[in-house]
T-cell receptor
Framework: DAKTTQPTSMDCAEGRAANLPCNHS???????VYWYRQIHSQGPQYIIH???NNETNEMASLIITEDRKSSTLILPHATLRDTAVYYC???????????????FGKGTKLSVKP | DTGVSQNPRHKITKRGQNVTFRCDPI?????LYWYRQTLGQGPEFLTY????????KSRLLSDRFSAERPKGSFSTLEIQRTEQGDSAMYLC????????????FGQGTRLTVV
C-alpha cells in the first residue's frame, strides 16, 4: 500500500471550509484513497473514499488530482465538533474485503476555532 | 444496535499479569478487526477474523497475544505476561466482507501496565 504524507496540524475557523491535503505520489492504479477521522477518546470514523473521480457525501467532499498523486478532503462548513485527527489512507481495493485492515499514519490534527 | 462495544474501557495491570479484552461487534457484521494505538500514533492493525476464522495476523502480534472469535460473534484479545510496552489503546472494529464497505470502530480499551 502506498505511503501518504499529511501536515501534522491545521487550524480552521468555525463556519469556514476546512481543506485537508494529502500527498500520495507513489499511488498505483488500483489503490483507493480513504479518509477517516478520530475525535478525542473515540475510535476512528469513516468519512469518504475514492479512486479517481471526485466524491461527495453528507460529511465531506474528496478531490483527487488528475494524476492521482494528491487529494484534498473538504469539510464545507467546519464546526467545533469537527476537531479531530484526520487520516488519509491509500489502499488496494481488495475483492471481498472491507476497509478494516487499514494502515494509518499519524494524520492531521484539525483544530476548529470559534 | 448500539455499535461496536468494547469492555472494559480501562484496565490497569501489573507487569507479568495476563489480561483479556472483549469486543462485541455490530451483530450482522462478519468481519472483526483488532488494532492497537499508542499515544500520538495512528492505529496499527493487529489481526482480523471473518466469522470464526482468523485470516490475517500482523507481525505486531507477538506470541504473547492471542485473539479468538469462537462463534463468529464476539471476540477476545488476550495478552499474556504483559510488559510496559503493551500499554496502549486496543481498538476493535467490525464490517462486512464486501469491498469498500466501511469499518465501524469501538471506543477502545485503554491498557496501562505498571
Amino acid at each position: 500500500d502506498a505511503k501518504t504524507t499529511q501536515p501534522t496540524s491545521m487550524d480552521c475557523a468555525e463556519g469556514r471550509a476546512a481543506n485537508l491535503p494529502c500527498n500520495h505520489s507513489t499511488i498505483s492504479g488500483n489503490e483507493y484513497v480513504y479518509w477517516y477521522r478520530q475525535i478525542h477518546s473515540q475510535g476512528p470514523q469513516y468519512i469518504i473514499h475514492g479512486l479517481k473521480n471526485n466524491e461527495t457525501n453528507e460529511m465531506a467532499s474528496l478531490i483527487i488530482t488528475e494524476d492521482r498523486k494528491s487529494s484534498t478532503l473538504i469539510l464545507p462548513h467546519a464546526t467545533l465538533r469537527d476537531t479531530a485527527v484526520y487520516y488519509c489512507i491509500v489502499r488496494v481495493g481488495r475483492n471481498g474485503g472491507s476497509q478494516g485492515n487499514l494502515i494509518f499514519g499519524k494524520g492531521t490534527k484539525l483544530s476548529v476555532k470559534p | 444496535d448500539t455499535g461496536v462495544s468494547q469492555n472494559p474501557r480501562h484496565k490497569i495491570t501489573k507487569r507479568g499479569q495476563n489480561v483479556t479484552f472483549r469486543c462485541d461487534p455490530i451483530s450482522e457484521h462478519n468481519r472483526l478487526y483488532w488494532y492497537r494505538q499508542t499515544l500520538g500514533q495512528g492505529p496499527e492493525f493487529l489481526t482480523y477474523f471473518q466469522n470464526e476464522a482468523q485470516l490475517e495476523k500482523s507481525r505486531l502480534l507477538s506470541d504473547r497475544f492471542s485473539a479468538e472469535r469462537p462463534k463468529g460473534s464476539f471476540s477476545t484479545l488476550e495478552i499474556q505476561r504483559t510488559e510496559q510496552g503493551d500499554s496502549a489503546m486496543y481498538l476493535c472494529a467490525s464490517g462486512w466482507d464486501r469491498q469498500h464497505t466501511e469499518a465501524f470502530f469501538g471506543q477502545g480499551t485503554r491498557l496501562t501496565v505498571v
